[in-house]
């Protein structure tokens, strides 16, 4: 106990007086009114904390500072609100993916034949640009004139919409024919992407598993096309709750794969070489937000109707009537609160909890904490970093794009929905000191709160006790506040308030 | 050597760089089966590297690594580690922030290594047991060194490599060190890097000597300590 107070004297007695400071603010303000900003604080710390806690893990495991990772959030939001909305652009689109990935992973077992037989760096500079450009060629070919406007153009909830389905969708003739394109296009990715016998290196699945996985995913496909137009009816005929537990659970995969896509595309060549690393995400981070723009098109939509649950149109009581109401919004001391952002807080705690007894719990959680601190020393304990790495990167990315599905009713879906999200959990992070999860909670809670009480003072002001006046803030002083709090914590403890000393 | 004894270890002239710099430039041990031995050296010879390069993390570009007759020269660490050697780098690298028993657990390959050594483990280091549940972090540095030995024998491993595990302690800790050394060496080959001359002479059935990144004289621990002329020449004042 002594040692806790002696290590962190600074930390604790501003602390002290943050409490004491905010305690006397909202002295003067009443209950109801202090509670529900603290819960609109929670809810944004929430959405923080999805961002912020793959992002401090990926960071403590592998110093890798990850720009992108607001892209993963977007691209939860889209694929959640496609799935939740528009399933017949998933169901056209998916298939595509499938075959794409599926002949990767196959043409990896043909590049570690073809590699060894290109000798010399010259040679095998050649093949790279050939390879390249064949890539290229054929994407252009697989994908020209997809009809991906169409496929975009819907109307809330109804089959087909702005564009009918039936108009919107290509022939089945023609989709096998981009099919069968795009797997040729995967060989020379392949090829490019296939692991070489570089130093800890990922090793290639033995033949048969890899057919195996590809053979059901190019198959898997196959069936989406197929069944498209009853798949379609079928999802939307759905109750919009179960349709929202698929939008998660799909946001959440997709998030994973595009998180080791990066990892394995970008990340891993350039491991012991992290300014590579950040300006190749710092590109994606920009690049990423336009494939997201060309898939899903630039304009915002609309916040996405959150499911019945959260649908009626009355206020509950309490916590036991909205269960049997399902009410949108819940009475606090008073005041309506939207049970739907109740739900944000409910996710951002069980992740919170999920994520921290993984930690402290599992093995993987054990080797990861092990890794944050020594990742050399881990291999060299005959455990297999990478790996670790890359799942952590799928965990870190799948966290944040279903913080972007869940934030899809609170915000709506627009392409530049992540940026301010990713900056505020980079400050949450550098808060709560990096690569530290509690650190990573911490600090979102406190720039949550700041947010939520900044933008309630400068809406009704602040009675600072003693004083008569009421002083009133400029929405800058509600912005700047999260910048100042990092530059307060960073002069008192430059590591962050649970970051290690170097 | 005319020994027929069965080298579990045989490092083959193997050259390696950091970066740009040529660290070692030839070096090669023989390691017999169920010896100590012991690489000597002064600060900066490469005896650190050397034992890096046999596991993989600082990996050669030339020469050969045969670990029970095969060569492993060129893998990664982890799978070289997985393969049966322990490795007890210098300055300890405990887990900080994981307990000891965690330090401890992170070790096992299979399900149960670790009960099925605690009783030889906590026999070498019978503090060890006390301190089951503290942070790695708040152990001395004493403690430390015993919880990094020990944590490489909670694997099967038949081979350890262990980076100056005398550095830094107190002599009475020494002495423990030296006991829990022999007596492991019982079960495991062990290959040591100590700067710590008679702990090395006592310890040690071979040496290697490395000077400037090449392996210059091996042999038997016996012969090289009445030696005078060497030592003096590759070691300094002894």
Partial sequence: ?502 | MTTTQKNVLEVRDIQTFIGQFHILDGVSVDVPDGSITVLLGRNGAGKTTTLKSILGLTPPRAGAVIFKGKEIQGQPAYRTAAKGIGYVPEHRAIFRDLSVEENLRIAERKAGDLARREEFIFGLFPDLKRLIKLPGGNLSGGQQQMLAVARALVPDNELLLIDEPSEGLAPVVIEQMMEAIRRLSEHTTVLLVEQNFIMASRLADRYTIIETGQSVKSGMMADLVDDEATIQRYLGAA
């Fill in chain 1, 1 to 502: 106990m002594a040692s806790i107070w002696k290590n962190n004297r600074a930390v604790l007695i501003v602390a002290a007086l943050a409490v004491v400071l905010f305690g006397g603010m909202i002295q003067s303000m009443e209950p109801k009114v202090w509670v529900s900003v603290m819960l609109s604080g929670l809810t944004l710390a929430s959405l923080y904390f999805l961002v912020a806690s793959g992002l401090s893990l990926i960071f403590g495991l592998m110093d890798v500072l990850n720009f992108a990772h607001g892209v993963l959030f977007v691209l939860g939001a889209y694929v959640g609100l496609a799935t939740y909305m528009n399933p017949r652009l998933l169901l056209n689109t998916l298939p595509i993916f499938f075959v794409l990935i599926a002949a990767v992973m196959m043409a990896q077992h043909v590049g570690r034949a073809f590699w060894p037989r290109i000798s010399g760096k010259r040679n095998q500079r050649l093949a790279t640009i050939g390879l390249l450009l064949a890539a290229a060629l054929l994407m252009i070919l697989a994908l020209r004139g997809f009809p991906i406007r169409a496929l975009n153009a819907f109307n809330l909830t109804a089959v087909g919409g702005a564009v009918t389905t039936a108009n919107a969708q290509e022939p089945l003739a023609m989709m096998f024919r981009r099919l069968l394109l795009l797997a040729l296009a995967g060989v020379p990715i392949g090829i490019l992407l296939s692991p070489t016998d570089r130093q800890d290196e990922v090793p290639l699945r033995p033949l048969w598993q890899t057919a195996l996985i590809t053979g059901g995913a190019a198959l898997l496909g196959v069936v989406l096309l197929l069944v498209r137009d009853s798949g379609e009816t079928w999802m939307l005929a759905l109750s919009p709750d179960i349709r929202f537990l698929l939008a998660l659970i799909m946001g959440t995969i997709a998030g994973a794969l595009g998180g080791v896509a990066i990892e394995t595309a970008l990340i891993r060549p350039f491991y012991g070489n992290s300014v590579t690393q950040l300006v190749l995400t710092l590109g994606l981070s920009i690049a990423g937000i336009d494939l997201i723009e060309a898939m899903f098109g630039e304009e915002a939509n609309p916040p996405m109707p959150p499911p019945t649950l959260f649908g009626e149109n009355c206020r509950s009581d309490s916590l036991i009537n909205w269960f049997s109401e399902n009410c949108q919004s819940i009475d606090v001391l008073g005041r309506a609160f939207p049970t739907y952002r109740i739900f944000i807080i409910v996710v951002g705690v069980l992740v919170f909890v999920a994520v921290g007894l993984m930690l402290r719990r599992t093995r993987l959680g054990m080797i990861i904490r092990a890794g944050v601190q020594d990742s050399e020393m881990v291999q060299a304990l005959g455990i297999n970093v990478r790996r670790i790495f890359t799942l952590v990167f799928a965990l870190g990315s799948g966290l944040a794009a279903m913080g972007g599905v869940i934030a899809a009713p609170y915000l709506g879906v627009f392409p530049g929905m992540g940026a301010i999200y990713q900056l505020q959990a980079f400050i949450a992070v550098v808060i709560g000191g990096m690569g530290s999860f509690i650190g990573a909670a911490v600090g979102t809670i406190i720039l949550g709160m700041a947010r939520a009480f900044g933008d309630h003072f400068v809406a009704a002001g602040i009675s600072l006790p003693f004083l008569d006046t009421i002083i009133k803030g400029s929405p800058a002083i509600a912005r700047a506040s999260t910048v100042l709090i990092m530059a307060l914590v960073l002069l008192i403890k430059p590591s962050g308030i649970f970051g290690k000393k170097e």
